[in-house]
């Protein structure tokens, strides 16, 4: 039955965490990556005091039994907890569950760095960083250690120095999983310094030597020690950048410019690219590509239904102001676009049609109806097929027309748009008599058609073609009472009476005229 859909906006009730204990196996699946909450000065990243009941020493921390466990064993232990329990290894990702999700189990199971490759707009970084609600909910570190040090295994001098000092009483703080993820954006003025570290002329200069380990300043990579680190965009680091992570994939460690210490580093590396054909930017390195444990490859949504799940879930629509209501049919429509653009040969396919295509031309098709129902003073704005044509401009930017096409976007999105009102209309609505529905037509009568009409017009055009009305009240299902949902439904089938060839229209701009082909 077809049906409308009230958009709203609201936010999820968060979800519970894990009891936090020494001993916790990580969060519910359920569970959002929560950004850590402030906290009293002296806590980790300014994160939240930790639970009072949590181990304040080394030695009160060998007592709770608590053991040291690898990050990659950690992710391995919580997702398979997941899997058995029949729970999705990451959230909030759509379309992925028999291609994308399956690579991912493997090798969190296996222990791997990975590589997620594919284009644009294909959930790539949601996916990284849905990985950090797979660590446990908090970790011991050494107090004051700017590397997260094992409070059983340190390995930078500060905290060395430290545990030999105070030994046993050496005091340990909890990190928040939410600290223990670290990303990069990879940009060609990336430096060895800010991955890896430098040396500290501060430091020097307030009177340590350089060949002191005190001096060094730490980058992000050793800053997320026992965690995560994602490095996004990775062909656009420079190569003799990427040379600097070669270390930390295969030998887990780091190497500082001008000192002869090796730090070992406890790190899951995960990385995002587009495709080596489509980007031109740069390559990322063969002995960097080899170390990757595991190479998974993403993709668009590949159904109409899977794209519109995933436009629910990420359109920005304001709950204030005239409620909307999108007609199901237009947003298989708005759906249908991004699938068609896909497969489109008037369109470059190796740049991709990013689902964020289908996101703005919702959030366009919302916006034009309500500008509509703000300037006509009716309650409730339902978007309509004339709605459709300010699409041009949240489509033109997000999709690349072949060079023998340049010139002719706006022509090539109107195909779009009208390839899909067809497929739409071809599988919602079904004339039981056409030729019946378009006889007032062949009489001579005419409706007229825009963004701008209020909806009334159309309901006065319905009295005086009644052919259109079964069709389009079936359409509108059981909100056909409603002014506006029922000029939507009588537009939308004027639409697919043109594009069916039973009736001409005469378009200028946003308004159209609808007469007989006779």
């Keep these: 039955m077809p049906r409308r859909r009230l958009v709203r906006v609201s936010s999820p009730?968060?979800?519970?965490?894990?009891?936090?204990?020494?001993?916790?196996?990580?969060?519910?699946?359920?569970?959002?990556?929560?950004?850590?909450?402030?906290?009293?000065?002296?806590?980790?990243?300014?994160a939240a005091p930790w639970p009072a009941d949590l181990p304040r020493?080394?030695?009160?921390?060998?007592?709770?039994?608590?053991?040291s466990v690898p990050v990659a064993g950690e992710?391995?232990?919580?997702?398979?907890?997941?899997?058995?329990g029949g729970r999705p290894v990451v959230e909030g990702v759509l379309g992925f569950d028999d291609t994308v999700v399956p690579q991912l189990e493997n090798a969190l199971l296996a222990g791997h760095d990975m590589i997620l490759l594919g284009e644009r707009g294909q959930a790539k970084t949601r996916v990284v960083r849905a990985l950090a609600t797979l660590l446990d909910e908090w970790l011991p570190v050494v107090a004051g250690s700017e590397i997260n040090d094992d409070p059983y295994h340190p390995t930078s001098r500060f905290a060395r120095l430290r545990v030999a000092d105070e030994g046993d009483e050496t005091p340990v703080e909890?990190?928040?999983?939410?600290?223990?993820?670290?990303?990069?954006?990879?940009?060609p003025d990336t430096s060895i310094a800010d991955l890896i570290g430098e040396v500290d002329p501060i430091k020097v200069a307030e009177g340590?030597?350089?060949?002191?380990?005190?001096?060094?300043h730490y980058g992000l990579v050793p800053r997320v020690n026992r965690g995560i680190f994602a490095v996004n965009e990775l062909p656009d680091l420079a190569e003799r950048i990427q040379v600097g992570l070669l270390n930390v994939l295969e030998e887990r460690d780091v190497q500082i410019r001008g000192h002869r210490v090796r730090i070992p580093l406890d790190v899951v590396l995960v990385a995002t690219a587009n495709p080596e054909d489509y980007t031109n930017r740069g390559r990322i390195i063969t002995p960097l590509k080899d170390r990757f444990g595991a190479q998974i490859r993403t993709h668009y949504p590949r159904d109409a239904a899977t794209e519109m799940a995933v436009v629910r879930a990420e359109a920005s629509v304001p709950a204030e102001g005239v409620p909307v209501a999108v007609p199901a049919y237009l947003e298989e429509v708005v759906a249908e676009i991004s699938q068609l653009a896909r497969r489109s040969p008037h369109l470059n396919q190796r740049s991709g049609v990013s689902?964020?295509?289908?996101?703005?031309?919702?959030?366009?098709?919302?916006?034009n109806a309500r500008r509509r129902a703000l300037r006509t003073g009716e309650p409730e704005a339902v978007p309509r097929v004339s709605d459709l044509s300010a699409l041009v401009s949240s489509t033109q930017g997000k999709v690349e027309v072949e060079a023998l096409e340049e010139g002719k976007e706006e022509e090539v999105v109107a195909q779009l748009v009208a390839?899909?009102?067809?497929?739409?209309?071809?599988?919602?609505?079904?004339?039981?008599?056409?030729?019946?529905?378009?006889?007032?037509?062949d009489a001579g009568k005419v409706v007229h058609t825009g963004d701008d009409l209020p909806s009334a017009d159309y309901?006065?055009?319905?009295?005086?073609?009644?052919?259109?009305?079964?069709?389009?009240?079936?359409?509108?299902?059981?909100?056909?009472?409603?002014?506006?949902?029922?000029?939507?439904?009588?537009e939308f089938v004027l639409e697919g009476l043109h594009l069916t060839k039973r009736l001409n229209k005469d378009a200028s701009g946003t308004r159209a005229l609808y007469r007989s082909r006779r």
């Design 13 to 46: 009730a968060p979800g519970p965490d894990a009891t936090p204990g020494p001993d916790a196996t990580g969060p519910d699946a359920s569970d959002p990556l929560p950004p850590a909450p402030a906290g009293p000065s002296g806590t980790p990243g300014g």
């Design 57 to 67: 020493t080394i030695g009160e921390l060998r007592e709770s039994g608590w053991r």
């Design 75 to 84: 992710l391995r232990r919580n997702a398979a907890a997941r899997i058995a």
């Design 174 to 187: 909890w990190v928040h999983r939410s600290d223990r993820y670290g990303e990069k954006l990879a940009t």
């Design 208 to 216: 340590r030597y350089l060949s002191d380990e005190l001096t060094l």
């Design 355 to 367: 689902v964020r295509l289908s996101i703005a031309n919702f959030e366009t098709l919302v916006a």
């Design 419 to 441: 390839a899909a009102v067809l497929v739409v209309f071809r599988r919602r609505v079904v004339l039981s008599d056409p030729a019946g529905a378009v006889a007032d037509f």
């Design 459 to 490: 309901l006065a055009a319905l009295r005086e073609v009644p052919g259109l009305e079964a069709p389009a009240r079936a359409l509108a299902g059981g909100h056909g009472e409603s002014p506006a949902t029922l000029a939507a439904a009588v």
